[in-house]
């Protein structure tokens, strides 16, 4: 199970730590919703932590400690047998794989070029590969998305290759490009 880093971490840039109600006014900006969807959004984020499934942290300015934007490490389920013993032992199960983990983030528009999402993408992943056991990272983006791309080129995140039609966008499906960083 991933913890919170403790101490927050921190550059000059960005400053990764949890959500708390009193950014209920990022969450609105960034995900286009009410005040009552925002603060489930951010009780989401406490819960996915506390089911073991990964953390979500805010990205916030250092000085001011506003929140801008969000970073989430998320295990990815992977094919795996179930254990010894089980009568269904050959059927194959998706269970979480604790040392690979989905990155994923965004920044509401009015703080984007500032190099905070890379910050954030670069700070978690050094922390996650060097103290939180992580082996391997991914991340994914659309084909067209070159400024997320630059943002985990930026955070030492390789590219890995193409996806056919694995994105399910505006009702229909798209390519993703993958990238990942490890250990």
């Not at 794989?97 to 050094?126: C, K, Q």
Request: charged share 25%.
């Amino acid at each position: 199970m991933l913890d919170y880093p403790r101490p927050p971490l921190a550059d000059d840039t960005a400053l990764l730590r949890p959500w708390a109600e009193a950014d209920v006014a990022c969450v609105i900006e960034g995900k286009q919703c009410d005040h009552e969807a925002a603060l489930a959004w951010i009780a989401d984020q406490w819960q996915r932590q506390s089911e073991g499934a990964g953390i979500g942290l805010a990205i916030a300015d250092p000085l001011s400690g506003e929140a801008l934007g969000c970073i989430s490490l998320l295990y990815r389920p992977q094919a795996g047998r179930a254990p010894a013993g089980d009568r269904s032992s050959d059927d194959l199960r998706y269970v979480p794989d604790r040392g690979m983990v989905g990155l994923g983030y965004w920044v509401i528009e009015r703080a984007r070029r500032r190099g905070l999402a890379s910050s954030a993408a670069r700070l978690v992943s050094d922390w996650g590969l060097e103290e939180a056991g992580i082996a391997r990272l991914e991340a994914l983006t659309e084909t067209d998305n070159v400024a997320s791309q630059r943002v985990l080129e930026r955070a030492g995140f390789r590219p890995e290759g193409r996806l056919a039609s694995y994105l399910m966008v505006d009702g229909g499906r798209a390519d993703a490009l993958i990238y990942a960083r490890t250990t």
